[in-house]
């Protein structure tokens, strides 16, 4: 359209189109009385001020049709200059409403969960970035950090399916969002993992008011795929101090309060406070020195045998990883390794150990041509259920060349108990590559019977305090009989570990036990001694 003054004196039928006015409707009339909306008169004038001393402008902005609805455009305006005329102007529009919708989208999709709608990891930090800054200016108000994990989500996948996993996403987010304050934020970091934040609280009142909501409305049955499922949630909260700097920092001891609530065994609230400040700090400390043992390659295997119970022969050694300190003593890693599950170690641990432990073993098979004689390595629930797991087992089998007959994997009872029909297919697939598969500290925890039942199982190793009290109680002896029968009927070994003393030693003869382990024998020992051990191969008795 042009105009001549102030006047409309042209109109085409695209802006009739677009805007709703017939080109008659506008002749004669000012253009800001029917397009511009009273918040965008001042932007009006500038630009009709910016095009007569630049001789043209283009800006995208928004006017409004006949409906007073609107439009975003996209605005060029010229300056009109034609003898008889008054100076003027004339403006071209290009709706791009679809185009603002589309990059609408875009901008949602970049911020915000597909799945779920939520708010993501990026948009959730600059929220709690802007609201960590509020805290600075109001003294009297705080905000607060809320992970949200549930617990066996796994199991829900593997169980009904994905399709069930995401319509349990789906309602957790509802729930969430259902428990919060119209200001407080949900979002989606990954997998099952939410974090909430919590703006302008007043106490930690507050703080357990919304966890009590959260944690009561996870009682209530989840309904996936016609199925009632109970689903509970660990919830670890960390209140704003003045000791965090980034949001990143928040969100950490938020992670670190709800893996203390997971161990408390889940549906449970912890709050971060100074007693795990000074476990997170010890955590980070040892974080460290796990990535300097790493770097530095300071952890070596020790060796531990067990013995053929009858003959008392050697039949094997169980690999046990030992950190070799700065001042030249060895240190157990258990500690350490429980700490690589959660920080990304295990699986680098994993392929050294069992990369070692098979080249150790065909070092010895190499000069010692006598019985196959067995190693066994223990892996972590971590590294059992991780997707490199079959394969690096696989690779370390081909380039070690070691007979698969004598390698066994030994899984703890708790592991197999974490997830047992992923469990079952993980151990089917180790099995098929012919490595032995143990099962560890059976009796522990309680283990179903059933596993006995369906997993290609070739040991049994029952856990020290299942052995510990055999000499000492008839009824335990009688129990400890009847399951050592049970597993023979099936196929399984029995290996009985701790055993420390000879009246344990008789007793478990009677229940009919087929290996034993523990310091009655030996300790765990470096790769020399077990070497003098294999050559001995018969345990001569305990020493005087």
């Known amino acids: 359209m042009v105009t001549a003054g102030e006047s409309v004196i042209y109109a085409n039928s695209e802006f009739a189109h677009l805007f709703g006015y017939s080109p008659e409707e506008v002749l004669g009339r000012a253009l800001s009385e029917l397009l511009v909306p009273e918040d965008r008169k001042q932007e009006a004038a500038m630009l009709l ?151 302008n609280l007043r106490s930690i009142e507050d703080l357990e008011v919304i966890a009590g909501r959260i944690l009561a409305s996870f009682r209530r049955e989840f309904v996936l795929e016609g199925k009632k499922v109970n689903v509970g949630a660990s919830i670890g909260v960390a209140m704003c101090t003045d000791d965090h700097q980034l949001p990143e920092q928040l969100l950490r001891d938020a992670d670190f309060a709800m893996y203390q609530a997971k161990r408390q065994g889940g549906l449970q609230c912890e709050i971060f406070d100074s007693q795990m400040q000074v476990r997170l700090t010890l955590r980070n400390e040892r974080e460290t020195e796990m990535r300097e043992l790493l770097d530095r390659r300071d952890f070596t295997l020790w060796y531990q ?35 690589a599950d959660r920080s990304g170690f295990a699986m680098h641990l994993n392929r050294e150990t069992l990369l070692n432990g098979c080249r150790q073993l065909q070092e010895w098979s190499r000069k010692d041509k006598g019985p196959n004689f067995t190693l066994s390595m223990n892996v972590s629930a971590r590294q059992l259920y991780h997707p490199e797991m079959i394969g690096l087992v696989s690779s370390v089998l081909e380039s070690t060349t070691v007979d698969p007959h004598r390698v066994i994997i030994e899984i703890s009872e708790s592991a197999l108990n974490e997830n047992p029909d992923s469990a079952l297919r993980i151990v089917e697939r ?75 030693l008789d007793a478990l003869r009677e229940v009919g036990c087929d290996q034993v382990q523990g310091y009655l024998f030996a300790p765990a020992v470096e790769s020399a001694a077990a070497a003098d051990l294999l050559t001995q191969r018969v345990w001569s008795g305990p020493e005087a």
């Not at 067990?306 to 890693?333: D, I, V």
């Not at 032995?436 to 006995?452: E, K, Y």
């Open 430 to 504: 180790l099995a098929e590559r012919e490595v032995r598969i143990a099962v560890d500290n059976f009796g522990s925890r309680l283990a179903p019977l059933g596993q006995l039942f369906r997993f290609p199982i070739d040991l049994i190793k029952l856990d020290r305090e299942l052995v510990a009290p055999v000499a000492s109680s008839a009824r335990h002896c009688a129990a400890l009989r009847a399951l050592t029968e049970l597993c023979h009927s099936l196929g399984h070994k029995v290996c009985a570990q701790g055993v420390e003393n000879v009246a344990q």
């Open 49 to 199: 001020e910016m095009a007569r001393h630049r001789g043209r402008v283009a800006i995208e902005t928004v006017r409004l049709d006949r409906s007073r609805n609107p439009i975003d455009v996209s605005l060029v305006l010229a300056v009109f200059e034609q003898e008889g005329f008054d100076l003027g102007f004339i403006a071209s529009f290009r709706d791009i409403r679809a185009r603002r919708q589309s990059e609408s989208k875009l901008q949602h999709y970049a911020l915000h969960d597909v799945l779920t709608g939520l708010p993501n990891r990026a948009l959730y930090l600059d929220r709690l970035n802007l609201a960590m800054a509020r805290r600075l200016r109001r003294k009297d108000l705080s905000c607060a950090v809320m992970f949200v994990d549930l617990d066996h989500f796994k199991e829900i996948n593997d169980t009904l399916g994905h399709a069930a996993g995401d319509a349990l996403l789906m309602e957790v987010a509802n729930r969430l969002r259902a428990a919060l304050r119209p200001h407080d934020t949900a979002a989606r970091l990954s997998g099952d993992e939410f974090a909430l934040l919590l703006d």
């Open 305 to 339: 045998p067990y013995y053929r119970l009858q003959s008392c022969t050697l039949e094997g050694f169980e690999s046990l990883l030992r950190w070799r300190r700065q001042n030249g003593t060895f240190e157990p890693l258990r500690d350490i390794l429980d700490m």
